[in-house]
Antibody, heavy 117, light 109 residues
Framework: QVQLVQSGAEVKKPGSSVKVSCKASGGTFSSYAISWVRQAPGQGLEWMGRIIPILGIANYAQKFQGRVTITADKSTSTAYMELSSLRSEDTAVYYC??????????WGQGTLVTVSS | QTVVTQEPSLTVSPGGTVTLTCASSTGAVTSGYYPNWFQQKPGQAPRALIYSTSNKHSWTPARFSGSLLGGKAALTLSGVQPEDEAEYYCLLYYGAEGVFGGGTKLTVL
């Protein structure tokens, strides 16, 4: 049974950073990529980036280049997404999802990040 | 800036058939964009339905099918059930970068 369990909700100040974790179980972590997707309140899904843990290589959507960093720790089967220079528009639910050669299957439960002064 | 376009909303009667589409601003959608389709209900995480154009996950109901239609990716629901009322999103890959469509709100009425 594959599960992706994300860290809890966060409240952050504008200009700060947030780091969300995604711990995988039930599968071979290094054999898959982990993507990060966000959803602002009442809005659609937005692809942020993806990492292939076995290679340690991450790709980012142009929109987030320079502001997002996705990493993975193979020893704990955990992926991380760090977003910096937070602004109110970054308030959203952040999801991780498992990817195998552009086949996205399992999703985490989501992490609400609220950016407010 | 690549844009992926879906119908904002569609309505279908129970037992009916409906097709949702997914278009790319760069031109015709092909299998090389590895179209994925997801279903999302209010307050829930998205659920994967289709990958690589037409492949189903083990949990995908048989009434859902994916294809390429007229230069777009398509998701067809045949014999629609009330529980199919949800938001549906397509995802296309442009090389290493993914882009979601804006979503289609499907109403079963």
């Amino acid at each position: 049974q594959v599960q992706l369990v994300q860290s809890g909700a966060e409240v952050k100040k504008p200009g700060s950073s947030v780091k969300v974790s995604c711990k995988a179980s039930g599968g071979t972590f290094s054999s898959y990529a982990i993507s990060w997707v966000r959803q602002a309140p009442g809005q659609g899904l937005e692809w942020m980036g993806r990492i292939i843990p076995i290679l340690g290589i991450a790709n980012y959507a142009q929109k987030f280049q320079g502001r997002v960093t996705i990493t993975a720790d193979k020893s704990t089967s955990t992926a991380y997404m760090e977003l910096s220079s937070l602004r109110s528009e970054d308030t959203a639910v952040y999801y991780c999802a498992r990817d195998a050669a552009s086949e996205t299957d399992y999703w985490g439960q989501g992490t609400l990040v609220t950016v407010s002064s | 800036q690549t844009v992926v376009t879906q119908e904002p909303s569609l309505t279908v009667s129970p037992g009916g058939t409906v097709t949702l589409t997914c278009a790319s601003s760069t031109g015709a959608v092909t299998s090389g964009y590895y179209p994925n389709w997801f279903q999302q209900k209010p307050g829930q995480a998205p659920r994967a339905l289709i990958y690589s154009t037409s492949n189903k996950h083990s949990w995908t109901p048989a009434r859902f099918s994916g294809s390429l239609l007229g230069g777009k990716a398509a998701l067809t629901l045949s014999g629609v059930q009330p529980e199919d009322e949800a938001e549906y999103y397509c995802l296309l890959y442009y090389g290493a970068e993914g882009v979601f469509g804006g979503g289609t709100k499907l109403t079963v009425l």
